[in-house]
């Protein structure tokens, strides 16, 4: 814990009621994510990482344990509290369908500028320059049904740094996506991260996104199983 | 911000343009019932108001205390010409003219009716009442005529007389004596109302004093006010001066002296009532599909609104925005269809074949016409604008309970 943590969870529980049946979704989850990581959660399908994403991004309540992000515990705040959270300090990335479809990508991307109350022509120059930055230049006005699936995710990623967050969280970015699609975007990301230093955590059980992160947790039924870092492995 | 939101609710509104259309549609359709509805009633009110004041009553009249119930042929206004000038000298008053009657029978050589005998001033009475403008044949009395009559017309075919014959009126005169005497008829008039035209003899107001020995007492003052508004006013100015003229006299509006008309257009205005219910509940169950299907549709939207930092309240606002923009567009449409269709019929009118006789006992014409007013359009639009604002709130509530997270997994 030599650099500051800027997601801290501490033995986290989570289990789903559904009818009489309980799952247990996490079980036990501890973990630290320090200040510019590029971190992949790994794991099979129903291993718990989508239910981990949500906690981390204060969507959901875990029922035990604690989860702090830059200090602050997630658990004692309201939902009004989550909500500024989540527009401040976290950016989401969905698997699919990620953009406000009546919303140009220009527009999707201000929008969160918007709900920060930042003035009408700041948040449209910088809107098109994160556009410009994934690639996307030219293309500010389409609506999202205008643009294939891997521009889609690149309009998502772009809304999701474009107000420097403190962490960006990604629900398998990728998986929508054909392999060289999802290179492209491993790539985009990856260079957001080196080169402006922004935090990503991303699940997928794709090897091949596997091998882009900086450092590698494997989830098993709820439980981590292993974590590791591996350094320039990522290839272009 | 608020251009950008709307702007939102714009596009919003016309992602699904046919179910809009439709929502939209059935908004107009009743903004457009409502108005034109609205018109046609207060439109057909103002025509019967109008005509049976016109034909009977004026907008007040003064009249003995006691007399509007028994009609006791003593009971009198006693000095009609002073009260005259009181009542001329109220702000708000138009005219007015003086009337007599007495319940008598009515004999030609070998027939006889019973019949109102009406004594009327020839001089002032058109001014008051339609009376002149019905007689048919013959003419319209004047002051100086003496013994001669009006008759309607189906009493005059009841006795098969014409202009120029002879009738003789048999009555009870006010001092209790036997009132009788010959008239001529000098013209039969038709108002279209057979209760009316069967049953009333009119007769100059100075034949009638001698014939029923009034001693100079009217039974009615009828009053016509400057306006059916301002007759409340008037009657209560005349209701406080009237005492210091001569003790025992009342003033009755239009509503007292015909309550059966009071009545019909009570139970029109229920019966619109509950056809507006219905209507209504139609278009509030519209507006409230609209926004369910909605809701439901885009819940994985909403989803990734709550996961960039937008709240419930937020969303729920962009629906009420939705909400307005189909609403008001509705209403405008509405609007301008209700009032276009009101002008028209307003214009042209509405023939009601089969349906003579009802609007005969009111005196109305055949044909009857709507009235647009400001009332009439606001309240039509103010109505659908009100429902439609009570059909959003059940689903503007659901996007308030909204959690972030069933709205996420919804999105795998
Ligand atoms: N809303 C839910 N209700 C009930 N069970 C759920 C719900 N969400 C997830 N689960 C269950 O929790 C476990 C973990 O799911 P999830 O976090 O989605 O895993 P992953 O994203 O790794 O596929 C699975 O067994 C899944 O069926
Ligand atoms: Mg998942």
């Given at each position: ?23 247990t ?5 501890s973990?630290?994510?320090p200040q ?8 099979p ?5 989508t ?9 959901d309540?875990?029922?035990s344990?604690?989860?702090r ?10 939902e ?13 990335v969905?698997?699919s ?17 918007l709900?920060?109350g930042?003035?009408a ?17 030219g293309?500010?006005?389409r ?13 998502a990623v ?12 990604a629900?398998?970015?990728t998986?929508?996506l ?12 990856r ?5 402006k ?10 090897r091949?996104v596997m091998d ?9 039924d709820?439980?981590?199983a292993g974590d ?7 290839e272009? | ?8 609710a714009w ?10 259309v439709?929502?939209?549609a ?33 907008h ?12 006791r ?19 708000g ?9 007495a319940?008598s ?9 019973a ?12 001014a008051?009442?339609?009376l002149?403008?019905l007689?048919?044949?013959g003419?319209f ?7 001669q ?6 009493l005059a ?15 009870q005169?006010r ?6 005497s ?12 057979d209760e009316?035209?069967r049953s009333?003899?009119?007769?100059p107001?100075?034949a009638?004093q ?5 001693r ?11 306006s059916?508004?301002?007759v409340p006013a008037?009657?209560?100015r ?9 003790k025992?006299?009342?003033?009755l509006?239009w509503?007292?002296l015909?309550?059966g ?6 139970m ?17 169950f519209s507006?409230l ?16 609104l709550?996961?960039l ?11 009420l ?6 609403t008001g567009?509705?209403?405008a449409?509405?609007v301008?269809?209700?009032a276009a ?10 023939a009601?074949?089969g349906a003579?006789e009802i609007?005969r006992?009111?005196?109305l ?25 009570f ?5 503007a509530?659901?996007?308030?309970r ?6 996420i997994?919804?999105?795998?």
């Amino acid at each position: 814990m030599e650099t500051q943590s800027i997601v801290s969870l501490s033995d986290v529980t989570k289990t789903y009621r559904q009818g009489r049946v309980q799952i247990t979704a996490l079980d036990g989850v501890s973990l630290e994510v320090p200040q510019g990581d590029f971190l992949a959660l790994a794991g099979p399908s129903g291993s718990g990482k989508t239910t981990l994403l949500n906690l981390i991004g204060g969507l959901d309540r875990a029922d035990s344990g604690s989860i702090r992000l830059n200090g602050n515990d997630l658990g004692a705040m309201s939902e009004s509290e989550l909500a500024g959270m989540r527009l401040e300090q976290v950016g989401f990335v969905f698997q699919s369908y990620n953009l406000i479809p009546v919303l140009s990508a220009e527009e999707n991307v201000e929008y969160v500028m918007l709900l920060q109350g930042v003035a009408a022509r700041e948040r449209r120059e910088k809107a098109r320059a994160i556009l410009d930055d994934v690639g996307l230049e030219g293309m500010y006005d389409r609506r999202p049904a205008e643009l294939s699936g891997g521009q889609q995710q690149r309009v998502a990623v772009a809304r999701a740094v474009v107000s420097g967050p403190s962490i960006v969280l990604a629900d398998e970015p990728t998986a929508n996506l054909d392999s060289a699609t999802g290179r492209a975007l491993m790539d985009m990301m990856r260079s957001m991260n080196e080169a402006k230093g922004v935090t990503f955590v991303f699940s997928t059980h794709d090897r091949m996104v596997m091998d882009y992160a900086g450092r590698l947790i494997r989830i098993r039924d709820g439980r981590v199983a292993g974590d590791e870092r591996r350094e320039g492995e990522a290839e272009s | 911000m608020k251009s950008f939101t709307t702007q939102m609710a714009w596009r919003n509104v016309w992602r699904n343009p046919r179910r809009s259309v439709l929502t939209m549609a059935s908004v107009a359709f009743a903004g457009l019932i409502l108005i034109f509805m609205l018109s046609w009633q207060f439109g057909s009110y103002d025509t019967m108001i109008n005509s049976a004041v016109s034909i009977h009553t004026g907008h007040l009249q003064v009249q003995a205390e006691g007399y509007h119930d028994k009609r006791r042929i003593g009971q009198v206004v006693e000095r009609p010409d002073a009260v005259a000038k009181v009542v001329e000298r109220t702000k708000g008053v138009d005219t007015y003219t003086t009337r007599a009657s007495a319940f008598s029978l009515v004999s030609s050589e070998d027939r006889t009716y019973a019949a109102l005998v009406v004594g009327i001033d020839p001089e002032r009475e058109p001014a008051v009442s339609t009376l002149e403008s019905l007689v048919r044949k013959g003419s319209f009395l004047a002051p100086d005529d003496g013994y001669q009559a009006l008759i309607g017309r189906l009493l005059a075919r009841n006795l098969k007389v014409d202009v120029g014959d002879e009738i003789v009126l048999l009555g009870q005169g006010r001092d209790g004596s036997i009132a009788a005497s010959a008239v001529r008829v000098k013209g039969v008039f038709e108002s279209g109302q057979d209760e009316f035209d069967r049953s009333t003899v009119q007769i100059p107001m100075a034949a009638f004093q001698e014939v029923y020995a009034m001693r100079g007492g009217v039974h009615e003052l009828v009053v016509v006010c400057e306006s059916l508004d301002s007759v409340p006013a008037v009657k209560q100015r005349l209701a406080s001066t009237l005492p210091g003229v001569e003790k025992g006299l009342v003033v009755l509006d239009w509503k007292e002296l015909m309550p059966g008309l009071v009545q019909s257009i009570q139970m029109d205005l229920i019966s619109g009532f509950i056809f507006y219910v219905i209507l209504i509940l139609v278009v509030a169950f519209s507006i409230l599909n609209t926004f369910l299907m909605a809701i439901f549709e885009r819940k994985k939207e909403f989803g990734v609104l709550l996961a960039l930092g937008s709240t419930p309240g937020r969303i729920s606002r962009m629906i009420l925005a939705e909400c307005g923009v189909m609403t008001g567009l509705g209403i405008a449409a509405g609007v301008v269809l209700g009032a276009a269709v009101t002008l028209y019929f307003e214009a042209h009118g509405i023939a009601f074949s089969g349906a003579e006789e009802i609007l005969r006992q009111f005196g109305l014409p055949e044909r009857m016409y709507p009235e647009l007013s400001l009332l009439s359009a606001t309240v039509g639009a103010g109505v659908v604008l009100l429902i439609t604002s009570f059909a959003v709130i059940y689903p503007a509530l659901r996007v308030l309970r909204l959690r972030p997270v069933d709205a996420i997994s919804t999105i795998q």
